[in-house]
């Protein structure tokens, strides 16, 4: 077994902002991919042109989320911003709901 | 090694049809893809689906997988008999597709291990290899609350396919130690450099990126960096307002309750979720009011105290 220390770690937080050539070689696409996850509205940066586009460091979890649902499931680009969405809300209800089991098993007591 | 019941894993008959195999398979990779299913098993079996679709969907694969038919059972101690796969034109190993990093030694004790270097630990169905670098790893890293608030250290193990002196290729665990900073949310990645898989020939090693996921907490739900907590108050405490201790993560604080609060009124601890050095999240406090059970004659005096001195309909937004 090897073992190594202290390995170097990107965080990927929503302050880091990333270039469009950045982020293609982080997700190792192609600029083309990036350019229509944007026109789905799956990826929104700042600037308008893609020169200037500025992308957070968590929509790069979209783009891998993108690309293995493509793969793995054959979803089409409509598809995966539906899904992505739909996965977002449904997050957002299970927090309410494990909040709101909290609240009803305090009524045991 | 455990013989493993591919009709089974996709849950249908040993005289399913072509199509029925491809329906059986689609319909179960939606249901358990890792990105969908948030299950701690959801991966395992995205894998085991994989595998059984892999092997029954390839009309030789299936003819020969079904020689061992009925006389097996899954889990049973298995040992391939030597040269059973000599009449079928897959002899000599090799996958179709080359998602097939994550196969069984049962799968590949039957046909055949991975020719190219590059593997990867999970369910990434994608194998695009440019310049023959090794691939990209995806890894979920498991860690509490009190982890994410404090920053921690974590060792991992994954399974890595590396070359050796030999050129053969070999499955090894492999242990990283790394450093969380503070603050890290639900499902943020982390990219650790040069960690994925080793690249073919003169290519560099991919990356492995690590997904962060909460344990459950008893008391707290996260909400990216803001805390939830539904915090239980006493009537009095309710309608009098005052001072209650709060938990959060960073220990206890004090909480003031303004007078006539009601369950589900929510109130804000500034600053006490996880934070990084740039952005700092809230606690945030749900009431919810508990009505003591009351017991002995002078507990129930007093509740028939307040009804006396106190009018009050709790239903009147009902109209009744």
Redesign the interface.
Known sequence: ???????????????DEYSLKELCS?C??HTQFIQDLIDEGILSPRGTQPQEYRFT??E??RI??S???Q???RINLPGTAL?LDL?EQIEELK?SK??LE??YA?KK? | MEFKDYYTTLDIDRSATQNEIKRAYRKLARKFHPDVNKDADAEQRFKEIGEAYEVLQDAEKRKAYDKFGKDWEAGQEFKPPPDWDKDFAFHGGGYTENNAADFSDFFESLFGARKNGAGADSYTGYGQNYRGSGQDLHAKVVISLEDSYAGTKQSITLQRQSMNEAGQLITQPHTLQITLPKGVTEGQQIRLAGQGAEGIGEGSSGDLFLEIAFRKHPHFTPSKRDILLTLPISPWEAALGGTVPVPTLGGKVKLSIPAGSQTGRKLRLKGRGLATAANKGDQYVTLAIMVPVAQTDAEKELFRNMEKSMPFNPRSNLGV
């Open positions: 077994m090897t073992m190594k220390t202290d390995i170097q770690c990107t965080v990927f937080d929503e302050n982080t190792r696409v460091a968590v790069i979890r891998q989320i690309i293995r649902l793969s793995d499931l899904a996965l927090r494990q909040q909290r609240l305090l007591y």
